[in-house]
C-alpha cells in the first residue's frame, strides 16, 4: 500500500492499463513494459486533471509505437505467433464481465487483431473493449472524428471474415472440451474428427519447435495432428490435463511436474443441424508464453 496519493492515483488504473495494453499487444511482458514506462512519465506529472484519460492516451500511443516492430519480430519466427494465454483468474485482463470484455480478450480475436495496423486495432479496441467514444479516441491519436470512424469501419471490415458472434457458454463448451481432448488422448480419430468443423484449422505457437510451422486445415488432417501431440506429450511429460479459464473462456491447460507445459484452446460453433463443433485450435507450448497461464 502507498501513501503516496499521485501514485495512489497511478495504481488505481493499473489493472485496466495492463488490460488495454494486453489487448494491443497480445503479450504480457510487453503490456507490463508499457505500463511502467507509462508510470515513470506519470510520476514527471502533478496536474494532470483528468488522470484516466492521460493515462489512456500514454499508454495507447507506447503501444503504438511498439506494435510494427513487434509485427516484423513476429513475421520472422521460424513458426508461427500466438497471443500469451492468461488466466482469466489471474486479475492481469481486467474486468472481463461481460461477453463484449470476454471477446476483447479471446485468443481467437487477439490472432485475428494481427491482420489491422496499428491506428485500426487502437481504435478498435478502445471502441469495442473499453467503451470509448470515437471524440474521446480522437484525441488519443490526434485525428478527427470522421478518421476515427473510418478506422473503426475498416477494422470491422478486415475482421469480418474470421469473426463469429462470440456466444459463450461455459458449460456446453466444458463438455465439447472433455470430448475433444480424451478423443485425442485415446487416439480416437474417427470419434475427434466427429467433433470437428470441416473447415477447422489448428495453429500452434512453440518457437518453432516440437509442433507444426503452419497452419493445419481440416478435419482430418487436425485430428491426426492432435492425436500425435496428446500422445508425445502425455507420454514424454507424464502430464495432467486440467480445464482452466484461459482469456475468458475455458482451455485445457497441460501441466508438466507441476509446471505449465502446454495450454490448448479452442473456438466452438453451432452448425445446424450437427450442433457444436471445434472450428480453431489454438496451441500454445512456448515455455517463455505460459507463465501466466494458470491463476495465482
Known sequence: MTTDPHVAIFEAHRARLVGLAY???GEVSEAQDVVQDAYLRWREQHD????EAWLTTVVTRLCLNRLESARAR???LAGQWLPEPVAT???VLGPVETAEQRESVSIGL????ERLSPPERAVFVLHEAFGYRHAEIAKVLEVNEAHCRQLLRRARRRLADGRRRFSYDRQRHAVLLERFFAASLRGDLQGLQQLLADDVVAWADGDGEHVARRPVVGASKV???LVGIARRGAQADRME??????NGALAVVGLAEGEVAAVCAADVIDIEPLGPRVSRVYLMVAPRKLRYALAE
Do not use: N
Open 48 to 51: 494532470v486533471r483528468r488522470p
Open 89 to 91: 483468474g489471474a486479475g
Open 74 to 76: 513476429r513475421e520472422s
Open 241 to 246: 490435463f486440467l480445464l482452466r479459464e484461459v
Open 23 to 25: 489487448r494491443m499487444l
Open 223 to 225: 485430428a491426426r495432428y
Open 110 to 113: 487477439l490472432v485475428l487483431l
